[in-house]
């Protein structure tokens, strides 16, 4: 692997895989799980080593049946094993998350998808008959009945002083003039919606064609202060000991009788009949909250969701308004009594994932003009305009209400059946089917074995702990937590507090309160979870990996952080588990990167550590290799390197990126340098000293700042020179 991949073409394809997601790879729309990486890389890497002639790029089309049993020990939304059951093998796949457990068996196993369908058909209507007045609206052109496709809600605030209730508006528009014909903003003298071709400002208004106040698109509060709209006090919003209260201020509808007539999309000013629904959907919720499926739990503090205490939430239902929790209520009760087990699964996973769309975190966006997913970020980030979705949807129209999950879920499964690669032929895209291969596998309760069927091992328990036959793994392929990066456990308890009410009998792992627990290695504030637990857990759970690997297997993992600091981990648990990192080669990394990621110039490349299991000889053999490299000049040609085949790949390579990339090649040769003294049963802190002082010493002499900048001119040189070689 170490020669046979080839970067810039998987990264080529990684980089097509990140632009359309679910298209690309369907699989990862049975449920969301977070910081997933492309599943291209993943079959790369595996092809590169276990093809045993051919070129990746040959290789990449042509379905593989290898035979042998490849580990994930933090298997996540299943990515790698996902990639390693399609290539022919058996897999062993465990995660400390019951949620991650759940999605990946649910990838797996098998569902009769005419049976899935019919019975989410059945279950829409029969909810749609509960609630369908409530997402209705009086269409302003024709006077007929609409389905609502979203509320806008703002949250309000009492003034401190006369007690008088202030909306929070952070800014007045609603809709951009470019999915829609024009600027839609609200006047906030009258509460019209307005449409103007400029967009107003404060310095150059528009005018309310009913009020004739002017309207701008600056809303009333700014750095979360504002002045009372009745007595002109000034006062901030920070702290709030209850939920805040939400006004609904506008609606964007789809009338099935004149939508065809309009340019643009549909909205309204809430009339008297739209509040009455939503007091009728709070009523209904009270007489029979007793009856439904609806959490109770309260929020546990932590680092992402103490911001959610700030708000002044203390439990999950109340992130959701009230004619949300009564949908939600009724859906999930209906599917409680479905009686096929696959497909009441099947429809707790569409239900679970519908989540992310149906509650009072959800904002709209007003350029793309549709609701957006809570976990856009990685945190709960709490907005002061809110957006709820229609519950079951509309079919065609609109995204993330139910029936769009189950279409997605079918895809999904679909895709399993036949998976397909994405490829651009003369600037189109085109879908290439690889038949023989399959996405699915008997679940075992052990050691897989045998070549009947492909099976699959998958464990809910922290992997430091996992029972592992010695040398039975053909290869580990992971995808580790990043250290800090993503509260894995305090994200999807959003989800978990909804399914364990009812998964919790048949499933051990429904049963806690919480997905968190004191084993999962991330970097954690609130939980007092610093790099130390981090290292000696990785360490843990690579050396018993690593017991289980057949010598000269493949141990590959992919890797990026900002603070070079957290490299250390890496390189302690390398040596630790007596590992021997042979390459370190760079990748595109998190799938939805382009969001929060590209936005702070942080890097969007991973490295991926290629690591194997030698025999003593072999290891002293490597040992007398190192003797001849000198860390400067091997980093830096490397680095030139790395950065070239990005480039070609079609990256615009930052300074972050060699910097990540960088990194990892540190690391790489921190472990080399380290591997003949290095004493497992030391003290941790010992060991991480050692790896700090080996990790500067190497940094010093590659003066790492300065290769960076020579790498980034470099690029920019020949970038100017030859332009990317890759198919736009
Ligand atoms: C596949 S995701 C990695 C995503 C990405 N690399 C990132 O930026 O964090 C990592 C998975 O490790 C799991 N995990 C964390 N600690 C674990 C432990 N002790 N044992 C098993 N799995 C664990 C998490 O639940 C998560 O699903
Ligand atoms: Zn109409
Ligand atoms: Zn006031
Ligand atoms: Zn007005």
Redesign the pocket.
């Known amino acids: 692997m170490e020669s046979g991949f080839d970067a810039a073409f998987s990264t080529g394809l990684a980089l097509k895989e990140k632009q359309i997601q679910q298209n690309y790879r369907p699989i990862i729309g049975i449920h969301k799980?977070?910081?997933r990486?492309p599943g291209t890389l993943f079959r790369s890497l595996m092809l590169a080593e276990f093809c045993e002639s051919g070129t990746l790029k040959d290789n990449f089309w042509i379905a593989q049946k290898f035979r042998g049993v490849i580990g994930d020990?933090?298997?996540?939304?299943g990515t790698p094993v996902f990639e390693a059951n399609r290539l022919g093998f058996h897999v062993v796949g465990?995660?400390?998350?019951p949620m991650?457990h759940w999605i990946v068996r649910q990838s797996l196993s098998e569902l009769e998808i005419n049976t899935f369908r019919k019975e989410a058909e059945r279950l829409v209507q029969s909810v749609q008959q509960k609630v369908d007045r409530l997402y209705q609206t009086t269409c302003l052109d024709c006077g007929k009945e609409a389905e609502v496709k979203y509320f806008m809600w703002v949250k309000t605030a009492p003034c401190p002083k006369c007690h008088g209730i202030n909306d929070l508006f952070p800014g007045y528009l609603l809709a951009e003039a470019v999915r829609h014909p024009k600027n839609l903003l609200l006047c906030s003298g009258c509460g019209t919606l307005n449409e103007f071709s400029e967009l107003p400002t404060r310095k150059s208004p528009a005018i309310c064609k009913s009020c004739e106040q002017p309207v701008h698109i600056e809303g009333n509060v700014s750095k979360k202060k504002l002045d009372c709209c009745h007595c002109g006090h000034g006062f901030s919003i920070s702290q709030f000991k209850k939920p805040p209260a939400h006004r609904m201020w506008a609606i964007e509808y789809h009338c099935e009788a004149c939508y065809h007539t309009k340019a643009g999309r549909q909205f309204k000013a809430p009339d008297a009949n739209d509040l009455k629904k939503f007091h009728l959907a709070k009523k209904k919720l009270a007489s029979l909250s007793d009856s439904l499926p609806i959490p109770e739990d309260p929020i546990p503090a932590g680092d992402e969701s103490d911001r959610l205490h700030r708000w002044g939430y203390s439990k999950y239902r109340e992130l959701f308004n009230e004619r949300q929790l009564l949908g939600l209520g009724f859906l999930l009760k209906g599917i409680v009594a479905i009686s096929d087990i696959p497909v009441r699964e099947a429809l707790l996973t569409v239900f679970s994932d519908t989540l992310r769309y149906q509650n009072m975190l959800c904002r709209y966006d007003t350029y793309a003009l549709k609701c957006q997913d809570i976990f856009s970020i990685h945190g709960f980030p709490v907005g002061l305009i809110q957006c709820e979705n229609n519950l079951l949807g509309i079919e065609k129209v609109g995204s993330g209400a139910f029936v769009h999950f189950v279409e997605k879920y079918i895809r999904a499964k679909q895709y399993c059946l036949a998976p397909f690669e994405t490829r651009q032929k003369g600037g189109k895209k085109e879908t290439v089917p690889i038949p023989g291969e399959t996405i699915k596998a008997t679940l075992v309760s052990g050691q897989p074995s045998g070549f009947k069927t492909k099976q699959a091992f998958l464990i809910n328990q922290?992997?430091?702990a996992v029972p592992l036959t010695k040398d039975s793994l053909d290869g580990v392929f992971t995808?580790?937590?990043?250290y800090d990066?993503?509260q894995?456990a305090e994200l999807i308890d959003f989800c978990f507090v909804w399914l364990r009410q009812v998964l919790g009998e048949k499933f051990p792992g429904f049963r806690a309160p919480s997905t968190r627990s004191a084993?999962?290695?991330?970097g954690n504030e609130t939980e007092k979870r610093g790099l130390e637990h981090f290292t000696n857990?990785l360490s843990e759970?690579f050396t018993h990996f690593a017991q289980a690997l057949k010598v000269g297997g493949p141990f590959v993992f992919?890797y990026h952080h900002n603070d070079p600091t957290a490299y250390l981990p890496l390189v302690v648990a390398i040596l630790d588990a007596q590992l021997i990192c042979t390459a370190t080669l760079p990748a595109a990394g998190?799938m939805s990167a382009s969001l929060h990621i590209a936005k702070t110039g942080s890097s969007i490349l991973d490295s991926v550590f290629v690591c194997r299991k030698m025999t003593r000889n072999q290891q002293k053999n490597e040992q007398l290799e190192l003797l001849t490299v000198q860390p400067q000049v091997e980093c830096f040609k490397i680095l030139k390197d790395d950065g070239l085949m990005m480039q070609q790949a079609g990256v615009r390579v930052s300074k972050g990126d060699l910097r990540c990339l960088m990194a990892g090649h540190v690391a790489r040769l921190a472990t080399r340098i380290l591997q003949s003294k290095w004493d497992r049963f030391l003290p941790l802190k010992v060991k991480m000293d050692m790896a700090t002082e080996c990790i500067k010493k190497i940094s010093d002499q590659v003066e790492i700042e300065f290769a960076v900048t020579e790498v980034s001119d470099f690029l920019a040189v020949s970038k100017r020179n030859e332009p990317s070689l890759v198919e736009k």
């Open positions: 799980w977070f910081a990486r020990p933090f298997m996540g939304g465990c995660d400390i998350n991650a922290p992997s430091q995808d580790p937590p990043y990066n993503v894995y084993e999962e290695l991330t857990g759970v992919t998190e």
